[in-house]
């Protein structure tokens, strides 16, 4: 009932920038929180971001500073703005939503994952 569609990953340098953008559609009545998570290989998934629809926002310590968490509610979508990134930012990153549908129920919906690889 709502899609999320990721774009903007690829390969950079370290100290290089990428700018994630997740569009989420479908029977949206609000969208409450949209995150973005990641996933490097062999560790879990962990919260990188995230935004409310008021617009406070959190991030993990690691890219504090670093990260910017952004959305355009008009149009359902969410940004992560990563700049100075590290290989230790390679990872699948994840969008994820909480919504309230046109049917007052809410629901959480994970995107496909865009790659990000930083090399050295």
């Known amino acids: 009932q709502v899609h999320l569609v990721e774009s903007g990953g690829g390969l950079v340098q370290a100290g290089g920038s990428l700018r994630l953008s997740c569009a989420a559609s479908?029977?949206?009545?609000?969208?409450?929180?949209m995150d973005w998570y990641r996933q490097a290989p062999g560790k879990q998934r962990e919260l990188v971001a995230r935004?409310?629809?008021?617009?406070?926002?959190n991030y993990v310590d690691s890219v504090k500073g670093r990260f910017t968490i952004s959305s355009d509610n008009a149009e359902n979508t969410v940004y992560l703005q990563m700049n100075s990134l590290k290989p230790a930012d390679t990872a699948v990153y994840y969008c994820?939503?909480?919504?309230?549908?046109?049917?007052?129920?809410?629901?959480?919906?994970w995107g496909q994952g865009t790659q990000v690889t930083v090399s050295s």
């Open positions: 935004i409310t629809n008021g617009g406070s926002t």
């Open positions: 994820h939503a909480d919504v309230t549908l046109t049917s007052r129920s809410t629901i959480t919906s």
């Open positions: 479908g029977s949206i009545f609000k969208i409450n929180v």
